[in-house]
């Protein structure tokens, strides 16, 4: 049984553990747990949800003795948070201090490696193609689309009306953030990305993406719209609560079977718009509490994938040969990164030895100067 208990906390018996979770803005709230064996991690981030229910957060961290932050994302890391923890409360008996809460700092930037912390579960069954909705349990998600694509068919979808929470992630182009829409009262997906491009090119891009208002799929990401804010664009998507597939680890085959399902749908409808992926990887497939599974980040405007790769230093792991070789490619190139993904998520790792380059940067798989 786990309380929430409020208000300054000194006091410690041998049975309960009082965790301090420390806000953002400062404040705290003092935790009771009076069956701290039986505590898992994924009760810690249930409490931290419901004190900060605004928040996705998918790991925290304490200090350790010397003041550094160690990321917990598993039982097995809070195991050996509470060992530490545990240590330092003896320590504090033996000198006759008070004992100290454990402290633990909410983390809303995804960490590397959690696992299915959101419970993923996956629903193949939404028809594909005509944004059928039948795995909803309301109408919701289809209404909500509906209203954002009344406000940016008005033009409406602009800097203003955005007010930005959590970082979501960083990839090499730009920073992904979770975001409130003031006037749909909307959580969005905004993805800015810097660019130093003429006004032309601006408008250039803003054509191409036009594409996307027309992609009705239950198995591609909702667009809202985009827009330019001095040098950089705004790229504004549904928001989905389960994150990108790269951080689940290990899929169990039963799951990622229907995952496959899921993405092959979403895959072949892009096709059937004459629309390459381009980008298949991963941590471009976002799942949902809904249990629903959406490609992002396709390359639907060329000027934006040129304009980005001039500046972009990232993996071609994941990249088909005849496009590492600059050679035409295809269909099949979406199917040869497919298929590098899919044996990723099965095996847990990615499937191919990680090359170290010279100069220390050995943790990359490939590494790629695109100069497109
Ligand atoms: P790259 O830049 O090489 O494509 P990436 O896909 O990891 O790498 P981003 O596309 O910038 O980088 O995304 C960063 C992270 O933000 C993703 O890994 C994902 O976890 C998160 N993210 C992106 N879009 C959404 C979304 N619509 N809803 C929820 N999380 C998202
Ligand atoms: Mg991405």
């Given at each position: 049984?786990?309380?929430?208990?409020?208000?300054?906390?000194?006091?410690?018996?041998?049975?309960?553990?009082?965790?301090?979770i420390k806000i953002p803005d400062g404040a705290a709230v003092d935790w009771t747990v009076h069956s701290a064996p039986q505590l898992l991690f994924r009760d810690v981030l249930d409490v931290i949800g419901q004190v900060l229910p605004?928040?996705?957060?998918?790991?925290?961290?304490?200090?350790?003795e010397d003041g550094d932050r160690i990321t917990v994302r598993s039982d097995e890391e809070m195991k050996a948070m509470l060992s530490y923890y545990y240590s330092t409360v003896m320590e504090q008996q033996v000198n006759g201090q008070l004992i100290e809460p454990l402290q633990i700092y909410p983390r809303a930037c995804k960490p590397p490696g959690k696992r299915n912390i959101h419970g993923l579960k996956v629903n193949t069954r939404a028809g594909a193609g005509s944004g059928a909705s039948e795995a909803l349990p309301s109408n919701s998600l289809k209404k909500s689309s509906a209203e954002l694509k009344k406000i940016l068919a008005n033009g409406q979808m602009n800097e203003q009306d955005i007010r930005y929470r959590d970082i979501l992630g960083h990839g090499n182009g730009g920073t992904v953030y979770?975001?409130?829409?003031?006037?749909?009262?909307?959580?969005?997906?905004?993805?800015?990305?810097?660019?130093?491009?003429?006004?032309?090119?601006?408008?250039?891009?803003?054509?191409?993406?036009?594409?996307?208002?027309?992609?009705?799929?239950?198995?591609?990401i909702g667009f809202y719209g985009a827009f330019f804010v001095e040098n950089r664009i705004s790229l504004c998507t549904e928001f989905m609560d389960g994150g990108s597939l790269d951080v689940y680890r290990k899929i169990p085959e039963h799951v990622l079977g229907r995952i496959?399902?899921?993405?092959?749908?979403?895959?072949?409808?892009?096709?059937?718009?004459?629309?390459?992926?381009?980008?298949?990887?991963?941590?471009?497939?976002?799942v949902n509490t809904r249990g629903q599974v959406k490609l992002c980040d396709f390359g639907v405007s060329t000027q934006l994938v040129?304009?980005?790769?001039?500046?972009?230093?990232?993996?071609?792991?994941?990249?088909?040969?005849?496009?590492?070789?600059?050679?035409?490619?295809?269909?099949?190139?979406?199917?040869?990164s497919l298929g590098i993904s899919f044996?990723?998520?099965?095996?847990?790792?990615?499937?191919?030895?990680?090359?170290?380059?010279?100069?220390?940067?050995?943790?990359?798989?490939?590494?790629?100067v695109c100069a497109l």
């Open positions: 049984m786990l309380w929430l208990l409020c208000g300054p906390c000194g006091a410690m018996d041998s049975q309960a553990l009082v965790i301090r605004d928040a996705t957060t998918t790991a925290f961290e304490y200090e350790d979770k975001a409130y829409h003031v006037r749909s009262g909307k959580i969005l997906a905004v993805k800015v990305i810097p660019l130093d491009i003429t006004l032309e090119l601006q408008k250039q891009i803003m054509s191409e993406l036009e594409i996307l208002y027309k992609c009705d799929s239950s198995y591609i496959a399902v899921a993405v092959v749908k979403g895959l072949t409808y892009l096709w059937s718009l004459k629309i390459l992926h381009r980008d298949v990887k991963p941590s471009n497939m976002l040129n304009s980005i790769a001039k500046t972009y230093v990232g993996t071609n792991a994941y990249m088909a040969p005849e496009r590492i070789s600059g050679e035409q490619y295809g269909i099949h190139s979406d199917v040869w044996m990723e998520l099965a095996l847990g790792r990615f499937p191919y030895p990680q090359l170290a380059v010279p100069g220390g940067m050995s943790d990359l798989k490939v590494v790629l």
